[in-house]
Structure formats: C-alpha cells, structure tokens
C-alpha cells in the first residue's frame, strides 16, 4: 500500500461518527432475565468501559446483573466461571476473556443451553461458529490494528522507530501483533526496533523498568511506540516523564480500547498522539441486544463497528471531551425502539 492510500485510510478512520450502520429491527425485550457477566478484568479501561455499558442497557431492557471479575489470573478465571455457573443465570457475557482457552469451561453451560455472547473473546469479529459463544461483539481486530500502524507510518512520512507492546496470552493481542508487524515491515525507511510481550495484567509493576531498558537501548532512535491496549501507556508516560524525555519526541499509537486515561494523553498532547478506540458503551448495548435475541430463539446480528482513530483533530466530537469514544448515530434510541417492540 502506498503512503497515499495509508493516509486516505487514515483519514476515513478519523472522520465523525454520525451514521447508524447497525440493525435497526428485532425481537422485543426478554424482560426479567437474570444475566452473569464474566469479565477478564475490571482495572482494564476498555473491560470497564463495556461492563458499563452492558449495566446501562440492561437496565433499560428490564434485566437484573452480576458481575464476576476474574482479576486478570488462571486462578481468577476459574472461580469466576464457576460462581457464574452456580447463579444459573438465563444468558452470560463474557468481557475480555479468551473463549479458545477458556473453551473447556464455558461448556457446561453451553450443556445447560444458557446462551453466551462476548466482548474481544476471539480473533476475529462477529458470529463464532463451532464455539460456545455465539458472537464475539468487536471492530475488526485486525483493521485496528493496520490502522494504528498506518497511522505511526504516516506521522513519521515513513522513518518511524518503532517499539510494539503486545500480550501473547491472547489470541486477539497475537492477531492485532501481527497486523501491526506487517504495515511496519512494508515501510521501506521504518525500523522495528522491538517487540515487547508483557502481560497485561502485570503490566502495572513491569512497565516502568521495561520502558527504562528501552530508552537505554534505542534513546533517540526510539520515536514512536504501538500497543495493542492504551493500559502500556498509563504506566510508560509517566516513566517517560520522570526520564526527561519530551513528549513530542516520542509518539503513541494504541490498537485500543480507547481508555479515559488515553482521552487525557491525547488532549494534553503527552505523548499519545492516537487510540484506535471501541465504542465501548455502544458495545455494551450491541451485547445486551445480542443476548436478547438468542433468548427470544433468533440468530445474532453479528454486527461489527466501523474502526474510528481519535486524535487532538477529532477528540472534540463523538463523547472525546468526556474522555470516551461515544458515537452520536442515536444507538441508545434504536435499540429502546427495538426492545419495545
């Protein structure tokens, strides 16, 4: 792809979010319900961000919810299942968990036939076919993540330094990794100066010292950094800081979720300078409507959002100066007249 065509798709992805491109029919509410919310962990800005999300539509649709967090561990992820399968619930959300690895688990209530739907559970958006979740409520993973380094290519006209913060213990962080490494390695004059695997939900206590040993390594040559969640950046901007390295010399590009912490970076011009964000809120609602239509006995939508990067050119618009992506295509209002039907 041409450096033209990488801003043309930039450019597109930066553009306001004013039109519904999602359903705009259905079954009425399944009112009563009774619906477990399993998510992978709560100190995560984007799982945060759609259990939010999931709370307010499901108090418009008439359902009562209990969140299980599994902490981000092994052991977390567990015992949240199992106090999610003890409820007997009518139906269950699974917020940021991994369903491949997780797959034996969430068979038995699969065996129960108590429907599943799911937020950044897979690598690829939409219907999951030969899966006990029913949809994986996404972007597309991997536009996300062409559009975040698309977007490193272009700031730099081509001769980005470039470190990429990543977590293998997912498919989808894999997935997104390697989307990123593909746009990067086609740019003739760009350098990859490194791929750094650290987990997530470590990321709190590593981060400062990895950061250091980076700017050790690379110093200048280290300009612009990409992530595949704006959590790496919470805990790098303030090492970045304490270092003395200026906020214009280095740049980050985040593959998502759209965090309030990165809304803040961006405004500030520290360091972020953009976040392929999910419409986190609006997800919540796609998941509750999901949901809805598997216990009235209809197929998914398997409706996918477009991807939208955010920027200090366009953080004004769309619920940016209330730090989140919130599109304003009246989603809230299409689904309350879908669920009154």
């Known amino acids: 792809m041409s450096m033209a065509q990488m801003r043309h798709a930039v450019d597109k992805a930066s553009e306001r979010s004013s039109r519904w491109s999602g359903p705009a029919s259905g079954p009425a509410a399944v009112s009563g319900a009774t619906i477990a919310i399993v998510s992978e962990d709560l100190r995560n800005g984007g799982i945060l961000g ?7 539509a499901a108090d418009v649709i008439g359902w009562k919810t209990r969140v299980y967090d599994a902490s981000g561990t092994s052991e977390g992820r567990r015992n949240a299942v199992a106090a999610a399968l003890a409820l007997r619930p009518d139906g269950v959300i699974l917020v940021g968990v991994d369903a491949g690895e997780m797959k034996p688990q969430l068979l038995p209530f699969a065996a129960q036939k108590i429907p599943m739907v799911g937020w950044h559970v ?50 989808i962080a894999k997935a997104k990794t390697d989307a990123m490494l593909e746009v990067i390695r086609a740019c ?14 470590k990321s709190a206590g590593l ?10 390594q690379h110093g200048k040559n280290w300009t612009y950094a990409l992530a595949i969640n704006d959590i790496y950046f919470d805990y790098a901007a303030a090492e970045l800081t304490r270092a003395g390295r200026a906020s214009r010399s280095l740049s980050m590009l985040s593959a998502g979720d759209g965090s309030a912490a990165a809304f803040l970076r961006i405004q500030a011009g520290t360091f972020q300078t953009g976040t392929v964000a ?35 050119r366009n953080i004004e618009f769309d619920g940016g100066l209330l730090g989140q992506y919130d599109p304003d295509n009246g989603y809230r209002t299409i689904y309350r007249g879908i669920w009154k039907r």
């Open 188 to 201: 003739e004059d760009c350098t990859l100066l490194a791929v750094q695997d650290l987990a997530i939900s």
């Open 122 to 171: 897979g690598s690829r958006a939409g219907v999951m076919p030969d899966s006990p979740v029913a949809v994986n409520v996404s972007t597309n993973p991997l536009d996300v993540a062409r559009i975040t380094a698309m977007a490193a290519v272009t700031q730099s006209a081509g001769h980005g330094g470039i470190v990429v913060f990543t977590d293998s213990n997912f498919q």
């Open 207 to 216: 981060m400062p010292a990895v950061t250091d040993r980076l700017l050790a």
């Open 50 to 56: 759609v259990a939010k999300g999931i709370k307010e």
């Open 278 to 312: 999910e419409p986190l809120n609006l997800q919540g609602w796609q998941l509750v409507d999901e949901l809805n239509r598997l216990l009235a006995h209809q197929q998914v939508t398997g409706y996918v959002s477009p991807v939208h990067l955010v920027t200090a």
